[in-house]
């Protein structure tokens, strides 16, 4: 049995994403807002994902714009608060991810108990944010020292809306990944949140990935899902599963249900 069938009891799960609104500290939280706010808001998103039927869910902190290149401790912290809040709620898999910084996702994972989580692990890349450049060496020996053997690393091989700083091409940044990381899985993603990248560039690094599973990371919808499915080994599912498919909105569970009896019909296991 492999490791997503140990861990979601599916081979292609489906793994919604939990995205928390904005935390203390970040230049949206609202004035005069608490964090009880975003633990009710997190609670609804969180059950309604599981009515839904989800096979996973990540908990990000996607409302906390624009992205730190090293979370703060405040940020840390408020994730903490809320996933523990949230936690005797939990009845899936859940894995918990502080964007674009690889150490902080794994310090929140040891912190919460997550079994999963997916990052922006590896390379050099240049967006709004400036240049983003990733230490893979230290993030996988922190994970290490923290004893965290059984936590499965997602790693993206593109970026949402960053260029990498060097003219390889996908199939050989997953080459090289694949060599000198060891990813659990890799992750595909468009050119932002609810931007599909094409099941033919899931299927290229498919290809090249060998034993090691590959998923789509945005733009996964109702329309498209079975095509991504059966170019890859699951995918993360956010903005569509809300209300009105906007990702702003919080998540519709009717949506999620629509969606996951729908790959219930195809995927068969």
């Known amino acids: 049995m492999s490791w997503m069938k140990e861990l979601f009891q599916t081979e292609r799960p489906i793994i919604g ?12 939280f609202p004035a005069n807002g608490s964090i009880y706010e975003v633990i009710e808001a997190a609670k609804r998103d969180l059950l309604a994902l599981q009515e839904g039927g989800v096979d996973g869910i990540l908990i990000t902190n996607e409302f906390s714009l624009p992205y730190e290149k090293k979370v703060s401790g405040v940020t840390l912290a408020s994730m903490g608060m809320v996933v523990g809040a949230i936690s005797d709620l939990i009845q899936v898999p859940y894995g918990v991810e502080a964007i674009y910084d690889g150490d902080a996702t794994i310090e929140i994972c040891a912190a919460t108990g997550a079994s999963f989580t997916r990052c922006m692990f590896t390379g050099a890349w240049a967006g709004d944010l400036g240049l983003i450049d990733r230490d893979v060496a230290h993030t996988l020996r ?4 923290l004893d965290l053997e059984e936590l499965k690393l997602f790693y993206f091989v593109t970026s949402e809306g960053e260029v990498y700083l060097n003219n390889r091409s996908t199939v050989e940044i997953t080459k090289s990944m694949l060599f000198n ?40 919808k109702l329309e498209n ?45």
């Open 142 to 145: 922190l994970k290490k020292s």
């Open 181 to 220: 990381c060891h990813p659990d899985c890799l992750v595909v993603g468009g050119s932002a949140a609810g931007e599909n990248p094409g099941a033919d560039a899931v299927r290229q690094v498919r290809q090249v990935a060998g034993d090691v599973p590959v998923v789509c990371g945005t733009g996964c």
């Open 225 to 269: 899902v079975e095509e991504i499915l059966n170019a890859g080994n699951g995918a993360f599912v956010g903005t569509t599963f809300k209300v009105d498919g906007k990702f702003e909105q919080p998540v519709d569970a009717h949506r999620v249900k629509v969606f996951m009896d729908a790959v219930r019909s195809f995927r068969r296991d």
């Open 17 to 28: 994403l939990l995205h928390l609104r904005a935390l203390p500290g970040d230049p949206f």
